[in-house]
């Protein structure tokens, strides 16, 4: 094991979302040299990763994705359930659903209310603006998926490209009409910050050329990689942070890697930068010895730093998945199980990105409490929520349920699907099981995610081997309002089947998957139970808030106890925002990379 004779101002642990986006961002100073080191390969060229329709044949593929499995979930019948993580270059936005949602005010002024200072709705709103570029619909698409609330002077100027799609239809028509009859038409642009009902968020697809627009095509472009005080190493894993331990307080000094080649290095660098996610970052820090004394006594790792809260807190955003027969016609992603169409649109893409495999369809709502009679009134939130009065205590939790409880913020996300989802399998070798059309029927799914759980689960190692994928236990329904705000609004989901016209595009008593009809209380707990797994959106494993209620980093991302070492990924969020995260992990770094310059600044 030889040290490597350069020293880098930073070193940046992981070459994921956030990772690539502060590294940019850092090296952006040709004064400072910075290091992003990335167990994955660069896989930006691959036709996987490329075209947006093909994101299934990454999942379970070592090369792509590292494929974490759950404990078995006793909320969810005792299942195993998978969670596709990104092991490449970009990370996970390479492999995701290319979904770009905003989160309302209320879910990051509620950041700022847990003691983070800066991290308000206003403080970060900038950086809304910062990290993306959002293309306007076109007339044609404004017509089908309706977007009058949307804004079009709200662009962005960042380097990740966002558009509309050109193949939206009938049923995403549907979903919209349906919606606004139920009392839920969304009335404003999402991204201003508020905004209730069902609408059409952008995806990050290149519209220039039908592409996925992810991490490494954004911050790490040919200009950029050609920075010469900028080093990406792939293919390397980080073992452990090393520590110089003589003065008062350790700090972090190296990194101590496997290379290409098998063999180990140090690498020096004046800060360290964490940011290999919300299940291997806390992994990186336990393998480094900062962690709970008793995990890490047992497993023979020197403690630099005693903090039980490394690897707890752990939040994800549950999703029910319910599949329901169309009516012959009815568009349907379930076609693609026959190889001569699959073959026919691969080669309609390659003929200049045109067809579906270059779009994303995907239409969403955002819901307040609500239940099979539609949504809640203010005294039936708060009788709701009397009933569990225990369960929602702790200073986070007490803050989300005043969130709940308001008029303003989104209990639940619903996904309209294009094809079938299969989450009842226990224990499927890959996300790509759920997702790969089994049943003969041609489906749309219905999806509720839950915005802001009261679980709470957790990440830790159960070995000093770096090469084991530490345990991940989502621990979800463990607290039992999750259970049953999901519950409800499965219930809503068959308002929504009942209702025109979303209720003509499916074919009357079809098939459905699971075969349990949320039509009661208690079926609707079963249905949840059965369907719901992660939306793949883990974070605040290593959380910004306290030391004393439960933090592992303080609001410049800093990790107690230490010097040297920061956090920059989800899993330093506070608390879990209302829907999909890809925007917040950018919003994230390119803060974070605004801290740590500012900070330099004050050492110069």
Not at 124 to 135: D, G, I, M, N, W
Not at 354 to 367: C, D
């Amino acid at each position: 094991m030889s040290p490597v004779a350069e020293v880098f101002d930073y070193i940046v642990v992981g070459g994921g979302t956030a990772g690539l986006t502060v590294a940019n961002r850092l090296s952006e100073d040709a004064d400072v040299k910075v290091l992003v080191i990335e167990a994955g390969q660069d896989q930006s060229k691959d036709p996987l990763v490329q075209c947006p329709g093909l994101v299934v044949g990454m999942y379970g593929k070592p090369e792509y994705d590292w494929n974490f499995s759950s404990t078995p979930q006793s909320g969810l019948n005792n299942r195993v359930i998978n969670q596709a993580r990104g092991k490449q270059l970009g990370g996970s936005s390479t492999l995701n659903f290319m979904m770009l949602l905003y989160p309302p005010r209320g879910s990051l002024d509620a950041w700022g209310a847990l003691g983070n200072k800066g991290w308000d709705y206003d403080s970060l709103s900038p950086y809304l603006q910062k990290f993306a570029t959002v293309h306007a619909p076109s007339q044609a698409t404004k017509d089908v998926v309706g977007l009058a609330y949307h804004d079009d002077s709200v662009v962005g100027n960042g380097p990740i490209q966002v558009c509309y799609s050109e193949g939206y239809g009938k049923p995403n028509s549907a979903w919209m009409e349906t919606f606004a009859r139920l009392g839920l038409e969304m009335k404003t642009d999402t991204r201003t910050g508020k905004g209730l009902g069902a609408f059409q968020q952008g995806g990050s697809i290149d519209p220039a050329t039908n592409t996925r627009s992810h991490a490494a095509s954004a911050h790490y472009t040919p200009e950029i990689s050609s920075r010469p005080n900028l080093t990406v190493m792939t293919e390397t894993t980080v073992k452990k942070i090393v520590f110089d331990t003589s003065g008062p307080e350790p700090v972090a000094v190296s990194v101590l890697v496997r290379s290409k080649d098998g063999t180990d290095k140090t690498l020096s660098g004046g800060e360290i930068i964490l940011a290999a996610g919300a299940l291997m970052s806390p992994q990186i820090l336990e393998l480094s010895g900062v962690g709970n004394r008793s995990l890490l006594e047992g497993l023979d790792i020197p403690v630099i730093v005693d903090n039980p809260n490394v690897g707890e807190n752990l939040q994800d955003h549950p999703i029910a998945c319910q599949s329901f027969e169309v009516n012959p016609g009815v568009p349907s992603s379930d076609v693609l199980r026959d190889p001569d169409v699959l073959n026919a649109l691969i080669q309609q893409y390659k003929d200049g990105g045109k067809g579906p495999l270059g779009q994303s369809n995907i239409s969403v709502a955002y819901s307040p409490l609500a239940d099979g009679e539609g949504v809640y009134s203010e005294d039936a939130k708060k009788s709701l929520f009397a009933s569990y009065d225990e369960h929602a205590q702790t200073p986070d939790r007490k803050i989300v349920r005043k969130l709940l409880e308001g008029p303003d913020e989104p209990a639940v996300e619903y996904f309209l699907f294009p094809g079938q989802v299969h989450t009842v399998l226990d224990n499927p070798a890959s996300m790509a099981d759920y997702l790969l059309p089994m049943s003969p029927e041609n489906y749309l799914t219905v999806m509720v995610m839950l915005n802001h759980p009261f679980s709470r689960g957790s990440v830790h190692i159960s070995s000093a081997d770096v090469d084991k994928l530490p345990t991940w236990d989502p621990n979800f329904n463990s607290n039992p309002l999750d259970l049953e705000i999901s519950a409800r609004h499965t219930q809503f989901v068959e308002l929504l089947l009942r209702t025109s016209p979303f209720k003509d595009i499916f074919k009357p008593d079809g098939a459905r998957i699971p075969q349990v009809k949320g039509d009661t209380l208690e079926n609707a707990r079963e249905v949840v139970r059965q369907s719901q797994v992660s939306d793949f959106h883990p974070s605040c494993s290593l959380a910004m808030k306290p030391r004393e209620q439960g933090g592992v980093v303080d609001s410049r991302l800093r990790v107690y106890g230490t010097k040297g070492l920061r956090v920059v990924d989800a899993s330093a969020f506070p608390l879990q925002p209302a829907g999909n995260i890809q925007s917040m992990v950018y919003v994230f770094a390119e803060k974070a990379a605004d801290l740590i310059k500012e900070d330099r600044r004050v050492k110069a």
